[in-house]
């Protein structure tokens, strides 16, 4: 599994291990749909487009799970796969991730309710390249 979750005081966390970033940031979408329910019961039904810009890969990473929580807590639909996901160096210090994703519908009542995320926290937030691996870690507040 190229994601694991770890426990901390009142919290949950996630790291990820992935070959490429757009894989890590791929990987860190379904884990969040993961913690959140049953990813293999969900079926996609709505692309949406999500174009981030941040200041560094860490908040980037945050900036992006924060777009999902968004998405589940205001239309209770979640990340499940992806068309189409580029990442961009836009100057010395930006990046910017233009992404298609497809979503699925999260009903209450038919879904399983697993981890409820309320926010994606910077406490521990990291993402950085070892060995040519690219490791991410997150930590939520449940």
Same mark, same amino acid.
């Given at each position: 599994?190229?994601?694991?979750? #770890? !426990?901390?005081?009142?919290?949950?966390?996630?790291?990820?291990?992935?070959?490429?970033?757009?894989?890590? #940031?791929?990987?860190?979408?379904?884990?969040?749909?993961?913690?959140?329910?049953?990813?293999?019961?969900?079926?996609?039904?709505?692309?949406?487009? @999500? %174009? @981030?810009?941040?200041? !560094?890969?860490?908040?980037?990473?945050?900036?992006?799970?924060?777009?999902?929580?968004?998405?589940?807590?205001?239309? &209770?639909?979640?990340?499940?796969?992806?068309?189409?996901?580029?990442?961009?160096?836009?100057?010395?210090?930006?990046?910017? /991730? &233009?992404?298609? %994703?497809? #979503?699925?519908?999260?009903?209450? !009542?038919?879904?399983?309710?697993?981890?409820? @995320?309320?926010? %994606?926290?910077?406490?521990?937030?990291? %993402?950085?390249?070892?060995?040519?691996?690219?490791?991410?870690?997150? /930590? #939520? &507040?449940?």
């Amino acid at each position: 599994m190229p994601w694991r979750e #770890f !426990g901390t005081t009142a919290d949950t966390g996630i790291e990820v291990e992935e070959s490429t970033l757009a894989e890590l #940031f791929k990987t860190a979408a379904k884990a969040f749909t993961e913690l959140s329910t049953d990813i293999t019961k969900l079926k996609p039904s709505k692309l949406m487009r @999500i %174009v @981030i810009e941040h200041v !560094g890969l860490d908040y980037l990473l945050k900036d992006w799970l924060d777009e999902f929580l968004y998405a589940f807590e205001v239309y &209770d639909i979640l990340p499940v796969n992806f068309k189409r996901m580029e990442l961009v160096k836009v100057d010395k210090d930006i990046m910017k /991730i &233009d992404a298609e %994703v497809l #979503f699925a519908e999260w009903v209450r !009542g038919k879904h399983e309710s697993r981890t409820e @995320i309320k926010a %994606v926290t910077y406490h521990m937030l990291k %993402v950085e390249l070892k060995n040519d691996m690219w490791h991410g870690r997150v /930590i #939520f &507040d449940i």
